[in-house]
Protein backbone atom coordinates (compact mmCIF):
# COMPACT_ATOMS: atom_id res chain seq x y z
CA UNK A 1 0.00 0.00 0.00
CA UNK A 2 2.59 2.65 0.67
CA UNK A 3 4.53 1.42 -2.60
CA UNK A 4 1.15 2.97 -4.27
CA UNK A 5 0.78 5.79 -2.26
CA UNK A 6 4.42 6.83 -3.09
CA UNK A 7 4.03 5.71 -6.81
CA UNK A 8 0.91 8.31 -7.23
CA UNK A 9 2.74 10.61 -5.44
CA UNK A 10 5.84 10.62 -7.56
CA UNK A 11 3.46 10.00 -10.42
CA UNK A 12 1.44 13.70 -9.53
CA UNK A 13 5.01 15.54 -8.79
CA UNK A 14 6.20 14.60 -12.41
CA UNK A 15 3.36 15.25 -14.30
CA UNK A 16 3.05 18.67 -11.86
CA UNK A 17 7.23 19.50 -12.95
CA UNK A 18 5.98 18.53 -16.51
CA UNK A 19 3.11 21.02 -16.62
CA UNK A 20 5.43 23.62 -14.95
CA UNK A 21 8.25 23.36 -17.56
CA UNK A 22 6.22 23.35 -20.52
CA UNK A 23 4.19 26.66 -19.06
CA UNK A 24 7.92 27.87 -18.32
CA UNK A 25 8.85 26.95 -22.15
CA UNK A 26 5.87 28.80 -23.66
CA UNK A 27 6.33 32.09 -21.39
CA UNK A 28 10.09 31.81 -22.57
CA UNK A 29 9.26 31.65 -26.26
CA UNK A 30 6.71 34.40 -26.12
CA UNK A 31 9.59 36.29 -24.31
CA UNK A 32 12.14 35.62 -26.91
CA UNK A 33 9.63 36.39 -29.91
CA UNK A 34 9.16 39.57 -28.26
CA UNK A 35 12.72 40.35 -27.75
CA UNK A 36 13.72 39.70 -31.54
CA UNK A 37 10.90 41.93 -32.81
CA UNK A 38 11.88 44.68 -30.15
CA UNK A 39 15.75 44.51 -31.88
CA UNK A 40 14.85 44.52 -34.96
CA UNK A 41 12.78 47.45 -34.34
CA UNK A 42 15.67 49.18 -32.95
CA UNK A 43 17.89 47.73 -36.15
CA UNK A 44 15.38 49.62 -38.60
CA UNK A 45 15.17 53.16 -36.72
CA UNK A 46 19.01 52.92 -36.37
CA UNK A 47 19.47 52.76 -39.81
CA UNK A 48 16.48 55.53 -40.96
CA UNK A 49 14.32 52.81 -41.94
CA UNK A 50 10.82 54.09 -41.42
CA UNK A 51 6.82 53.49 -43.16
CA UNK A 52 7.06 56.75 -44.24
CA UNK A 53 6.31 57.85 -47.23
CA UNK A 54 5.58 60.95 -49.36
CA UNK A 55 3.96 61.26 -52.95
CA UNK A 56 5.65 62.71 -55.37
CA UNK A 57 3.85 64.20 -58.58
CA UNK A 58 6.01 64.84 -61.62
CA UNK A 59 4.42 66.10 -65.11
CA UNK A 60 1.26 64.37 -63.50
CA UNK A 61 2.48 60.74 -62.93
CA UNK A 62 2.51 59.69 -59.17
CA UNK A 63 5.62 58.22 -57.64
CA UNK A 64 6.21 57.00 -54.23
CA UNK A 65 9.10 58.27 -51.94
CA UNK A 66 10.15 56.19 -49.29
CA UNK A 67 11.53 58.44 -46.80
CA UNK A 68 14.31 58.26 -43.98
CA UNK A 69 13.36 58.90 -40.40
CA UNK A 70 14.90 62.72 -39.43
CA UNK A 71 14.30 65.83 -38.72
CA UNK A 72 14.74 67.14 -42.56
CA UNK A 73 12.22 64.61 -43.30
CA UNK A 74 9.93 65.93 -40.86
CA UNK A 75 10.17 69.32 -41.11
CA UNK A 76 10.01 68.65 -45.15
CA UNK A 77 6.49 66.73 -44.38
CA UNK A 78 5.62 69.86 -42.28
CA UNK A 79 5.44 72.23 -45.34
CA UNK A 80 3.60 69.58 -47.89
CA UNK A 81 1.84 70.20 -50.24
CA UNK A 82 4.33 71.45 -52.02
CA UNK A 83 4.53 72.47 -56.43
CA UNK A 84 7.76 73.36 -57.53
CA UNK A 85 9.64 73.80 -60.24
CA UNK A 86 12.84 72.16 -60.78
CA UNK A 87 15.54 72.98 -63.02
CA UNK A 88 18.42 70.38 -64.39
CA UNK A 89 21.90 70.72 -63.53
CA UNK A 90 24.76 69.21 -64.80
CA UNK A 91 22.75 66.23 -66.82
CA UNK A 92 22.27 64.47 -63.67
CA UNK A 93 20.51 65.71 -61.22
CA UNK A 94 16.95 68.60 -60.83
CA UNK A 95 17.26 71.24 -58.27
CA UNK A 96 15.34 73.58 -56.32
CA UNK A 97 16.18 76.44 -53.92
CA UNK A 98 13.04 76.84 -51.20
CA UNK A 99 12.39 80.20 -49.84
CA UNK A 100 13.08 79.02 -46.45
CA UNK A 101 15.65 76.44 -45.08
CA UNK A 102 14.98 73.47 -42.68
CA UNK A 103 17.24 71.43 -40.74
CA UNK A 104 19.84 69.75 -42.08
CA UNK A 105 22.23 67.05 -41.30
CA UNK A 106 24.59 66.80 -44.42
CA UNK A 107 26.98 63.66 -44.33
CA UNK A 108 29.23 62.50 -46.85
CA UNK A 109 27.58 60.06 -49.53
CA UNK A 110 29.95 58.75 -51.41
CA UNK A 111 27.89 57.29 -54.10
CA UNK A 112 24.53 59.12 -55.72
CA UNK A 113 22.03 56.46 -57.30
CA UNK A 114 19.21 57.61 -59.43
CA UNK A 115 15.85 58.24 -57.37
CA UNK A 116 17.86 59.76 -54.34
CA UNK A 117 15.80 62.36 -53.04
CA UNK A 118 18.44 65.18 -50.77
CA UNK A 119 18.90 68.20 -49.71
CA UNK A 120 22.12 70.00 -50.56
CA UNK A 121 22.59 72.89 -47.71
CA UNK A 122 19.43 73.80 -45.55
CA UNK A 123 17.52 74.72 -48.55
CA UNK A 124 18.30 73.16 -51.66
CA UNK A 125 15.98 69.99 -52.68
CA UNK A 126 17.94 67.79 -55.30
CA UNK A 127 16.45 64.99 -56.91
CA UNK A 128 18.77 62.48 -58.68
CA UNK A 129 18.55 60.61 -62.06
CA UNK A 130 22.06 59.50 -62.50
CA UNK A 131 24.63 57.07 -60.51
CA UNK A 132 27.95 58.44 -59.47
CA UNK A 133 30.27 59.52 -56.97
CA UNK A 134 30.46 62.76 -55.44
CA UNK A 135 33.08 64.52 -52.87
CA UNK A 136 29.88 66.72 -52.08
CA UNK A 137 27.79 65.93 -48.27
CA UNK A 138 23.82 66.09 -48.68
CA UNK A 139 20.92 65.49 -45.88
CA UNK A 140 19.34 62.12 -46.98
CA UNK A 141 15.52 62.40 -47.65
CA UNK A 142 14.49 59.72 -49.60
CA UNK A 143 14.59 56.85 -52.27
CA UNK A 144 11.93 56.94 -54.99
CA UNK A 145 10.44 53.73 -55.11
CA UNK A 146 9.64 52.77 -58.83
CA UNK A 147 13.18 54.31 -60.02
CA UNK A 148 12.76 52.45 -63.94
CA UNK A 149 9.37 54.76 -64.26
CA UNK A 150 10.98 58.22 -62.78
CA UNK A 151 14.07 57.96 -64.97
CA UNK A 152 11.45 57.62 -67.97
CA UNK A 153 9.58 60.92 -67.01
CA UNK A 154 12.80 62.88 -65.91
CA UNK A 155 14.69 62.48 -69.61
CA UNK A 156 12.17 63.50 -71.05
CA UNK A 157 12.27 67.42 -69.47
CA UNK A 158 14.92 69.85 -68.62
CA UNK A 159 12.81 71.67 -66.24
CA UNK A 160 9.96 69.46 -64.21
CA UNK A 161 6.92 70.46 -62.62
CA UNK A 162 6.92 68.80 -59.33
CA UNK A 163 4.07 69.20 -56.08
CA UNK A 164 5.12 67.01 -53.25
CA UNK A 165 2.22 65.51 -50.80
CA UNK A 166 1.28 63.23 -48.48
Known amino acids: MKKRIICLTMGFLLMGCQNDESLFNQQN ?34 FTVLLEQNETTEALIEKLPMTITMKDLNANEKYYYMDNS ?57 TIDVTLHE
Open 102 to 158: IPANAQPIERIKAGDFMLFGDDCLVLFYENFSTSYTYTRLGQIEDVESFLKMIHQNK
Open 29 to 62: HHTRSSQREIVSDYKEKERGISNMEMIMTINNQD
